[in-house]
């Protein structure tokens, strides 16, 4: 579909009739996406209009690209942290931050 573009309509907010794609939001529910930056994810369907879309990477997962959402796949999903680091969630990489006894289990 194509997005709704009339700023008068009170749908505008929630992107009626447009095809923003999970990993991305459309600013004023524009059919161009943003891919959320590295580190963030968006799993909500569609229609998102903000970057408050795009959340921290799910702790003990790394989101290293853009665009990423776990209703994905292929190199699009939240990768799993390497073994011997931790991921405290928000991360772009998974082997920044070697293992401490509390962290790691």
């Known amino acids: ?3 709704n573009n009339d700023p008068a309509d ?3 907010e929630n992107n009626v009739g447009g095809e923003c794609p999970v990993g991305a939001y459309c600013p004023n529910a524009t059919a161009v996406p943003v891919p959320c930056p590295a580190g963030t994810l968006n799993d909500a369907r569609q229609g998102q209009t903000r970057d408050t879309a795009c959340k921290p990477c799910t702790g003990g997962k790394y989101c290293s690209q853009t665009g ?3 209703l994905l796949t292929g190199s699009k ?3 799993d942290c ?3 680091y931790y991921c405290p969630g928000g991360g772009i990489a998974g082997t920044i931050f070697g293992c401490q006894d ?3 289990g």
């Open 1 to 3: 579909g194509v997005a």
């Open 10 to 12: 009170p749908n505008i």
């Open 68 to 70: 990423m959402s776990n």
């Open 77 to 79: 999903v939240p990768v």
């Open 82 to 84: 390497d073994a011997g």
């Open 102 to 104: 509390a962290q790691c």
